[in-house]
């Protein structure tokens, strides 16, 4: 269960200053392409590119294009199988493109299932393992698809207005659950004269909004409508409505042994807006539509799933306490409710994701410990053992924990891991041992140098808490050779970095600096008291963690202390400018997506119930002196160091007036900056088209190469005050 965070074509500069980067160029089109017998795979740069005198050998933009990565891997009951999601970046429209691939565990053999004629996502076994149930926009809208796996025949289910997701397979395999938003007309006031004349062009209608959180980062302008629970037959037919009323019923989806019974997560209480965190399990009863709440505490219940014999329920969650990060706790209790308890409640570790064992004696548990993420076996006595490491996939850009994993009857545990130098694949563990079944990126591999990645760690200068860090070096790195250093700052700020492949690290690096990406205090994977640290108080401590952090990458004999730069989005961009509030340490600065000012932040961004109360403890009219000393605006009086501002030009999460209103406060005072809008870019997906992510980088780069050597206000040029 995650808690909801800040964050994780050529870009478009709006100052007079000059344009920084440059996407990578597309190839020419051909005026007369050939007949195909069926759709292309998608291009890659390298067979699309323009001859040269060698290869080269260090990551480029263009390079980006020729990634994949492995998502949601799927093993069927019998462990003879996985199916997974493959997310390639195609040349021609600029994208990341899934597919559903199947692999023979036996043999590593591999097998394209879907998305060869539109994207195909969310593999589902049934519980047999004789078909797959999956979502697929080929021909259109996302809608539900069964593959019968002996004779590879694929028949789509549904005709459905908006995406399936949150698919659930009854137990007996003839129907298959799912969750849809169901629009609704929304609110109406007032109305355009009746008089249009034939032909004429009038402005469109107003638009009327009445919901609290009336847009979504990645989704823009929340259409009117609720979650709803649906149900279809497995050979087709007409879905079933089997949930209603005013609020949104989540997945995932769990069904009861008996197949009668299906349990999933809301908050179905009036409230439900002002209260973003609450919600409860409850039971829907398939035939009479009768839905009853197991769980009535004042927290997040989510994620409810069965034991193998019917008897008990699994789920997560935490007691609200007010602070923006708990730890996510694994519980069971009966079927009906009763017997609620925590299981390994001592256990210091927050839990991502769980799946019964199939004797029902123990539950995997995805969770992330120091930067890496593992899966551990949880017996319901409490004891707890580590079955698979490495995990990775939590993004491509930057290198978050994360990843995915399911489980087989015979407790083959198949997931999706990496190393700091390679992207996500498939990987199966047996036994402790894992081996690698995916080879995604092995041309690329096979050309590409990149940067050695070293963990360091050092005590922080203001209390001496160990403070982790990972140093991406340039390639060809020579020990003892003093390079300049990027801080890279995470976001969240309740996440994790670790030793996993990141696109923007190992771009700087190519470009000949270090690159240095830390987990001050507040993040996640060191217990719930660190992440803590910085409740009702951030930016703050967090400052000294990252200078002492840097202060150890100079001790070691790598950076150079007069070739210091920093940058970082969303949590990563507020301590940017903070930084650059606190000290002139650094030659220069990109901030990106950042909060600026969080009366502005709580007011406008998409989580109006949330920043204010749990991360400020107050609303801003309620301790206006608090919201503003936290605010890295109230430091722009201290900054000298030449700052460029990055954000995606639909981001809702920290909206583009926070980084609109601290580009406006540096030109006033005069220090050197520039504005940077992704065109078409949410908060979420600033990194999300090969070509923006490439430009960013390289946009990013220029800055500090332009300022490398630093920069001293004119004499005369006295700042705005």
């Not at 959180?213 to 259409?223: F, L, P």
């Not at 081996?435 to 203001?462: A, C, F, M, Q, Y």
């Not at 998409?606 to 002196?625: H, I, N, R, S, V």
Request: aromatic content about 10%.
């Amino acid at each position: 269960m995650r808690k909801l965070a800040l964050f994780g074509a050529s870009l478009l500069a709006l100052t007079s200053q000059p344009i920084f980067a440059q996407a990578p160029q597309p190839p020419a089109a051909d005026p007369a392409p050939a007949a195909a017998a069926e759709p292309p795979a998608p291009m890659s740069a390298a067979a699309a590119g323009s001859a040269r005198k060698g290869p080269e050998r260090r990551l480029t933009g263009a390079d980006l294009f020729d990634l994949a990565i492995a998502s949601d891997p799927q093993i069927s009951p019998d462990g003879r199988h996985i199916a997974y999601v493959r997310r390639s970046n195609d040349i021609m429209s600029d994208r990341a493109v899934s597919s559903i691939w199947l692999i023979d565990t036996a043999t590593g053999q591999e097998t394209p299932v879907a998305g060869r004629g539109g994207g195909a996502f969310s593999p589902r076994w049934s519980p047999d393992g004789k078909r797959l149930a999956y979502a697929s926009t080929e021909g259109g809208s996302a809608q539900l698809w069964v593959r019968w796996m002996d004779g590879g025949e694929a028949v789509r289910l549904t005709g459905l207005p908006t995406s399936p997701s949150s698919l659930a397979w009854s137990p007996d395999g003839r129907s298959i659950a799912y969750t849809m938003l169901v629009k609704d007309d929304g609110p109406k006031f007032g109305s355009a004269p009746a008089n249009k004349p034939e032909g004429a062009k009038w402005a469109d209608p107003l638009e009327v909004r009445d919901l609290l959180t009336y847009r979504a980062d990645g989704q823009g302008y929340v259409e009117p409508g609720f979650e709803k629970i649906f149900l279809v037959p497995a050979t087709g037919g007409a879905p079933r409505q089997l949930t209603f009323g005013p609020y949104h019923d989540g997945g995932p989806l769990s069904w009861s042994r008996d197949g009668r019974t299906l349990y999933f997560s809301a908050n179905r209480q009036p409230d439900w807006e002002r209260d973003p965190l609450e919600s409860e399990i409850y039971a829907l009863d398939v035939t009479g539509g009768r839905v009853t709440a197991l769980t009535d505490r004042n927290g997040p219940d989510a994620n409810p799933i069965v034991s193998p014999d019917g008897g008990k329920i699994a789920w997560l969650g935490y007691d609200d306490a007010g602070r923006a990060y708990e730890n996510t706790n694994l519980y069971v209790m009966n079927r009906d409710g009763s017997g609620r308890r925590a299981v390994a409640e001592n256990w210091d570790y927050s839990v991502d994701a769980i799946q019964w064992a199939a004797d029902g004696r123990a539950l995997y548990a995805q969770y992330d410990d120091h930067g890496e993420t593992k899966v551990a076996r949880i017996a319901l006595d409490g004891s707890v053992r580590d079955v698979a490491s490495g995990l990775s996939g939590g993004g491509i850009d930057r290198p978050y924990t994360g990843g995915s994993f399911t489980v087989s009857d015979g407790g083959a545990v198949a997931f999706t891991g990496g190393t700091a130098t390679r992207p996500a694949e498939v990987q199966l563990a047996r036994g402790g041992s894992a081996r690698i079944l995916t080879d995604l990126n092995r041309s690329l591999r096979e050309v590409k140098s990149l940067g050695e990645v070293r963990k360091i760690t050092t005590p922080s200068s203001h209390d001496g808490k160990a403070i982790e860090g990972w140093l991406t070096l340039p390639p060809g790195y020579v020990e003892g050779q003093r390079v300049p250093l990027i801080l890279e700052i995470h976001g969240g700020p309740f996440t994790a970095y670790g030793p996993h492949f990141s696109t923007d690290n190992q771009l700087y690096a190519a470009g000949g600096y270090a690159v240095l990406s830390a987990n001050p205090r507040g993040s996640t994977s060191y217990g719930e008291a660190f992440a803590q640290e910085i409740d009702k108080a951030y930016p703050g401590n967090d400052y000294f963690d990252l200078i002492s952090i840097v202060d150890r990458a100079i001790a070691l004999g790598i950076a150079d202390p007069d070739a210091l730069f920093v940058t970082g989005g969303s949590g990563g961009g507020v301590l940017t400018s903070w930084i650059v509030g606190k000290t002139n340490r650094f030659k220069a600065a990109v901030t990106q997506k950042p909060v600026i000012n969080w009366t502005t932040q709580a007011l406008t961004a998409d989580g109006p119930a949330f920043f204010g109360p749990y991360w400020l403890g107050a609303q801003p009219w309620e301790k206006p002196d608090l919201y503003w000393s936290l605010s890295p605006l109230s430091l722009v009086g201290n900054v000298e160091t030449p700052t460029m501002v990055v954000v995606g030009a639909e981001d809702y999460r920290t909206p583009v007036s926070e980084s609109e209103q601290y580009y406006t406060a540096l030109r006033l005072r005069g220090v050197p900056t520039a504005l940077v809008k992704v065109p078409g870019a949410s908060h979420g997906s600033i990194a999300a088209r090969p070509s923006q992510s490439a430009a960013k980088a390289s946009a990013i780069l220029a800055w500090f190469e332009k300022y490398k050597d630093g920069w001293k206000r004119p004499a005369g040029d006295a700042p705005a005050k």
